[in-house]
């Protein structure tokens, strides 16, 4: 009965966290879709769309760089780091596999 209680807490707390990520979700986003570029809500974004990040932003989604100038990104609420990390484009790993 312990274990199961633990277990129960922990789904709860885990589900609570998950639920909170949604508010770190910008609704809208710029992207480049076919050579056009429009705000969409951040839902409806599809491998192959540009989307443009700008100082101060949330990022809509698990992106791959293809062009930055400084970045840095603040991981604090995910990861608890204190300052912002830089970020680069790192040329893409032989053999690599991605959503496109």
């Not at 639920?19 to 570029?37: H, Y």
């Not at 839902?43 to 700008?54: A, C, E, M, N, Y």
Request: no cysteine; glycine share 8%.
């Amino acid at each position: 009965i312990l274990t199961g209680l633990f277990s129960y807490y922990q789904d709860a707390k885990s589900a609570s966290v998950m639920a909170g990520f949604k508010n770190f979700l910008p609704e809208n986003t710029l992207v480049t879709r076919e050579g056009k570029e429009e705000e969409i809500l951040a839902t409806q974004l599809v491998p192959g769309d540009l989307v443009r990040i700008k100082n101060g932003q949330k990022i809509p989604a698990d992106l791959r760089m293809v062009e930055q100038d400084e970045m840095k990104v603040d991981n604090a609420s995910l990861t608890g780091e204190s300052e912002a990390q830089k970020r680069k484009v790192e040329p893409e790993k032989r053999g690599s596999v991605h959503l496109e």
